[in-house]
């Protein structure tokens, strides 16, 4: 059977789409050099399907390790998320967002068309639409970076564009995430961040543990319904479910295209907060500090191109993504070495 190369494969998203992946029977190999990881999160997609996950330690820029991967196995996809994603550490070590983003990219690739695979998801985001002028937001917006993780998402894309217009072989999805959060609802696998999150959901899920103390709510004065700013959350199985439908379109023959992953539904970060109380029954203090810089208004997604191409729609809800988290959380306090 051809074989899913999974890149960054035990990271948040990419050890999610592994379980979806594998319970639909696909042959499922993941290279990750665990810089942002634990291969534990690969044990857990183990136990949640009872099938085997192939694992090679690595890094997408060993050009030689890439090469023996792709001549040992017959492999007819690759799903790529390996990646660095912080954004604030991008604006402190911008070379090694793009050394790592972009030159990785680029050496899968050189290494996919060598061994005549050309079939590629790529990971993008939401954040190639900068500070859009309207919502919600569809495919054919206005691209812009505000940071040199996102330009490393919009370079890549365009780098894309480029390889498929030199040869009309290629079938690329970019899939353009808005905010995933949420868990496995079996309450073993999840998000780990390192050190001091940087995204609201396991901000709040720390608060509500107690590891921290207070959530800081980055501004109370956008032109918002309650003044903080909205994002269209969108749980990382729903997400996960998306990458199965590219796949499948890869082989129709697609072209480049990009995909909105969204719900279509914006959320404030005060929602969400009340969303969390009422699930963990836990009280969240929060203080609203200065604005975050950087950060924008508001965003959401028109999923409907995902729907009408892919035949894709997110179908959990917010009360599912947050007491996936609230289980994943509490049943694994300090992440997958707890
Ligand atoms: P993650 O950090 O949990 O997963 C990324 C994985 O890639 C990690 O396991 C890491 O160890 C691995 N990796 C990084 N560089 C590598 C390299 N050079 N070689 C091999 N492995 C490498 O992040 P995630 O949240 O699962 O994100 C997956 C992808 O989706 C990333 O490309 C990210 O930019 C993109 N994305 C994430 C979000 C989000 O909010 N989580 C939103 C939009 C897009
Ligand atoms: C959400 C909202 C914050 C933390 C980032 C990247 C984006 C994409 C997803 C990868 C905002 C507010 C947050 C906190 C807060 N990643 N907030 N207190 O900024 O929409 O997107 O992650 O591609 O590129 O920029 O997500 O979760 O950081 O913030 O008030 O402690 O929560 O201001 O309104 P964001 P986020």
Redo the contacts with the bound molecule.
């Keep these: 059977m051809n074989v899913i190369l999974i890149?960054?494969?035990?990271?948040?998203?990419?050890s999610h789409t592994c379980v979806e992946l594998q319970e639909r029977g696909f042959d499922v190999l993941v290279?990750?050099?665990?810089?942002?990881?634990h291969a534990e999160s690969l044990n857990r997609v183990e136990q949640i399907t009872g099938g085997n996950v192939r694992f090679i330690e690595?890094?997408?820029?060993d050009r030689s390790l890439l090469a023996q991967i792709f001549q040992n196995n017959a492999i007819s996809c690759v799903v790529h998320?390996?990646?660095?994603?912080a954004v604030s550490e991008s604006c402190e070590l911008p070379l090694a967002y793009y050394e790592?983003?972009v030159s990785?990219t680029i050496t899968l690739c050189q290494t996919m068309a060598d061994n005549g695979v050309r079939n590629l998801v790529f990971?993008?985001?939401?954040?190639v639409y900068g500070n859009p002028a309207s919502l919600p937001i569809t495919e054919d917006f206005p691209l812009s970076a505000t940071n040199p993780?996102g330009r490393s998402?919009l370079v890549i894309e365009e780098i894309l564009a480029d390889l498929h217009k030199a040869d009309s072989r290629w079938n690329i999805a970019l899939l353009r995430?808005f905010?995933?959060v949420g868990a496995h609802p079996s309450g073993l696998m999840g998000?780990d961040p390192n050190g001091i999150p940087n995204?609201l959901m396991p901000c709040v899920s720390q608060v509500a543990i107690g590891k921290r103390k207070i959530l800081n709510v980055f501004g109370n004065d956008y032109p918002t319904s309650d003044g903080t700013g909205v994002r269209d959350y969108i749980h990382v199985q729903d997400l996960a479910c998306g990458h199965i439908c590219a796949i499948q379109r890869l082989d129709k023959n697609c072209g480049i295209q990009a995909w909105n992953l969204g719900v279509g539904q914006g959320h404030s970060v005060l929602d969400m907060v009340r969303a969390f109380e009422k699930v963990s029954e836990q009280p969240i203090p929060y203080e609203v500090v200065a604005r975050r810089p950087g950060d924008i208004a508001a965003c959401y997604a028109d999923p409907s191109k995902a729907r009408n191409d892919l035949g894709w729609v997110a179908k959990k809800s917010l009360e599912d993504m947050v007491s996936d988290v609230w289980r994943w959380q509490s049943q694994n306090p300090n992440g997958y070495y707890g």
């Excluded at 890149?7 to 990419?14: N, R, V």
């Excluded at 290279?31 to 990881?37: A, E, M, R, V, Y």
């Excluded at 690595?58 to 820029?61: K, L, M, P, S, Y």
């Design positions: 890149t960054g494969g035990a990271g948040y998203i990419g290279l990750d050099n665990l810089c942002n990881s690595g890094d997408i820029r998320f390996a990646g660095l994603k790592n983003n990785g990971s993008s985001s939401a954040t993780y998402k995430y905010n995933p998000e995204n």
